[in-house]
T-cell receptor, first 114, second 115 residues
Framework: DQQVKQNSPSLSVQEGRISILNCDYT??????FLWYKKYPAEGPTFLIS?????DKNEDGRFTVFLNKSAKHLSLHIVPSQPGDSAVYFC?????????????FGTGTRLTIIP | ETGVTQTPRHLVMGMTNKKSLKCEQH?????MYWYKQSAKKPLELMFV???????ENNSVPSRFSPECPNSSHLFLHLHTLQPEDSALYLC??????????????FGPGTRLTVL
């Protein structure tokens, strides 16, 4: 039973346009949501996170939106750049001390077309 | 060296071999993790260590044996593996187990192939 789902395995976006990556979750006990980016032959790198008490968090070109009632979050990248081509993972965790398990989605491969 | 390093980067082993994966973090963190990523599956947490003590074993078969001699080093000892254990094994670290988003820093992974 996959608690974090990324239903789009791949996405292609023109350079300069907005990239929107989506993630759905089923566990209402999740309190934190994170996005990671992964290049080939490298480990995932942290991008941005959001707490369940917020509905938006912005960091430069990256914005994460959380719709808690729909159990849905999205990552917006604007403007998209060629270096953004990578696999993006959505992850979620609870807030209990000691419960540090990150539950990951299967990832979305983003390709930015020059 | 900076960040989280893992050796070897690639490993091919037979089912009767014994091998070890090594992870080292240069970030001054106190929590370390092993993850497994199989093809077309999400990253799956295997073990968590906090201040050298194992705090989570995610129902991992005993043919995988972790060791954490200090907060900077983490090993995964492998013996009598099965072909289905072939995967990318990722190590990660974080400052400590303290609730919150607990951003984790990942190494590049070891690509393991079991013949």
């Amino acid at each position: 039973d996959q608690q974090v789902k990324q239903n789009s395995p791949s996405l292609s976006v023109q350079e300069g346009r907005i990239s929107i990556l989506n993630c759905d979750y089923t566990n209402s006990m999740f309190d934190y949501f994170l996005w990671y980016k992964k290049y080939p032959a490298e480990g995932p790198t942290f991008l941005i996170s959001i707490s369940s008490i917020k509905d938006k968090n912005e960091d430069g070109r990256f914005t994460v939106f959380l719709n808690k009632s729909a159990k849905h979050l999205s990552l917006h990248i604007v403007p998209s750049q060629p270096g953004d081509s990578a696999v993006y993972f959505c992850a979620a965790k609870g807030s209990n001390f000691g419960n540090e398990k990150l539950t990951f989605g299967t990832g979305t491969r983003l390709t930015i077309i020059p | 060296e900076t960040g989280v390093t893992q050796t070897p980067r690639h490993l091919v082993m037979g089912m009767t071999n014994k091998k070890s994966l090594k992870c080292e973090q240069h970030l001054g963190h106190n929590a370390m993790y092993w993850y497994k990523q199989s093809a077309k599956k999400p990253l799956e947490l295997m073990f968590v260590y906090n201040f050298k003590e194992q705090t989570e074993n995610n129902s991992v078969p005993s043919r995988f044996s972790p060791e954490c001699p200090n907060s900077s080093h983490l090993f995964l000892h492998l013996h009598t593996l099965q072909p289905e254990d072939s995967a990318l094994y990722l190590c990660a670290s974080s400052p400590r187990l303290a609730g919150g988003p607990n951003e984790q820093f990942f190494g590049p992974g070891t690509r393991l192939t079991v013949l």
